[in-house]
T-cell receptor, first 113, second 117 residues
């Protein structure tokens, strides 16, 4: 069973702080990793893709990947109340003839004004 | 870019009705589309994977005769919930992946909230 583990939270941070979200995965052969944001009652929205070890920055978001440790993280700098949502870590795994995403259960982030 | 349109946004219908949901990739070609179901406060559950021009691959426990999937073109996939019953009420979400490769991310539609009375 290929698994993706996340702390379910809730994670609560004050406005302007850094929010740190973590994820581990079990399939050592995974090559692509994604972070999605899902607001309550809405569908997931892609925030970051990362494929290589190291950091990838996009605006206030930084994704970090360590394949040796099978660990992916997402940092949100200068957190805003509008960042309050569930953050889903997703790992692309081979399944039969197709690649499909395995999702973690998500981390609920609350940013307090 | 990478916009996925899903219709309808919500459906309320009587038990026994069949409901069709459409998923379109508006600005890219999607050889592979995915259908998910999500119950309140739970994670996404993959129902099936569809490749353009091929039969869909269903996940274990998902009835293929109950959830009919058609993916006739590179930009359109449909999910038909046949003879829907109250237990089929859920949030159905489609996603599409670019034809450029299996490492590409999936882009999600806005979802369809289905309520069966």
């Amino acid at each position: 069973q290929k698994e993706v583990e996340q702390n379910s939270g809730p994670l609560s941070v004050p406005e302007g702080a850094i929010a740190s979200l973590n994820c581990t995965y079990s399939d050592r052969g995974s090559q692509s990793f994604f972070w999605y944001r899902q607001y309550s009652g809405k569908s997931p929205e892609l925030i970051m893709s990362i494929y290589s070890n190291g950091d990838k920055e996009d605006g206030r978001f930084t994704a970090q990947l360590n394949k040796a440790s099978q660990y992916v993280s997402l940092l949100i700098r200068d957190s805003q109340p509008s960042d309050s949502a569930t953050y889903l870590c997703a790992v692309n795994v081979a399944g039969g003839s197709n690649y499909k995403l395995t999702f973690g259960k998500g981390t609920l982030l609350t940013v307090n004004p | 870019g990478a916009v996925v349109s899903q219709h309808p946004s919500w459906v309320i219908c009587k038990s026994g009705t069949s409901v069709k949901i459409e998923c379109r990739s508006l600005d890219f070609q999607a050889t592979t589309m995915f259908w998910y179901r999500q119950f309140p406060k739970q994670s996404l559950m993959l129902m099936a994977t569809s490749n353009e021009g091929s039969k869909a691959t269903y996940e274990q426990g998902v009835e293929k005769d109950k959830f009919l999937i058609n993916h006739a073109s590179l930009t359109l996939s449909t999910l038909t919930v046949t003879s829907a019953h109250p237990e089929d009420s859920s949030f159905y979400i489609c996603s599409a992946r670019s034809a450029f490769g299996s490492n590409q991310p999936q882009h999600f539609g806005d979802g369809t909230r289905l309520s069966i009375l």
